[in-house]
């Protein structure tokens, strides 16, 4: 079926370097794009998204772009800081409205 | 506002018993959505519900089942557990079906 892959599963950054995510689908008819971060014992939380007419969105330091030709979008976070350590999830919502998630990256601030 | 919130927080049950897992969306939201969360993996869509009807469901058996409400809140049903049922069960709701979702903390489902 289609599905979303993502890239990697555990990033290891230092603090106060970048830190990119990057996820693609199958889906071409794909037109929503949202991203998740999970922190221990809570649901994911929508950090950003972005929509197939759009190429970047960016908020503070997170920032999303998204090439439709060849169906990859990816989450590039600036400045790391502790609290950014967390599991990320990227998702496409498919041409039947369902909402497909990648694995999931784990991202681990180093001090 | 009151974010998604789910009952309970934790249950324990045997093999071969029934889990009820409820769900209460944000005020306003008609769409309900039930995800697994399974140890190590990622989100697997379990559920679509809106405006009390079932609009799409994921690649599960039968036994997992639900229904939504007149108020929108939502019930997740699993029949005859097994030990592989166990995960972390997300709900979600949202505005329209184009609007992203916000999911609550979750239920913890363990099956022994």
């Known amino acids: 079926g289609e599905n979303v892959e993502q890239h990697p599963s555990t990033l290891s950054v230092q603090e106060g370097d970048s830190a990119v995510i990057k996820c693609t689908y199958s889906d071409s008819a794909s037109n929503y794009f949202p991203w998740y971060k999970q922190e221990l014992g809570k649901g994911p939380q929508l950090i950003i998204d972005i929509r197939s007419n759009v190429g970047e969105k960016k908020d503070q330091r997170i920032a999303v772009t998204l090439n439709k030709t060849a169906k990859h979008f990816s989450l590039h976070i600036t400045e790391t800081q502790p609290e950014d350590s967390a599991v990320y999830f990227c998702a496409a919502r498919r041409r039947d409205d369902k909402i497909i998630f990648g694995k999931g990256t784990r991202l681990h601030i180093l001090p | 506002e009151a974010g998604v919130t789910q009952s309970p927080t934790h249950l324990i049950k045997t093999r071969g018993q029934q889990a009820t897992l409820r769900c209460s969306p944000i005020s306003g939201h008609t769409s309900v959505y039930w995800y697994q969360q399974a140890l190590g993996l990622g989100l697997q869509f379990l559920l679509w519900y809106d405006e009390g009807e079932e609009r799409n469901r994921g690649n599960f058996p039968p036994r997992f089942s639900g229904r939504q409400f007149p108020n929108y809140s939502s019930e997740l049903n699993v029949n005859a557990l097994e030990l592989e049922d166990s995960a972390l069960y997300l709900c979600?709701?949202?505005?329209?079906?184009?609007?992203?979702?916000?999911f609550g903390s979750g239920t913890r489902l363990t099956v022994v």
């Open positions: 979600a709701s949202s505005l329209l079906a184009n609007y992203g979702y916000t």
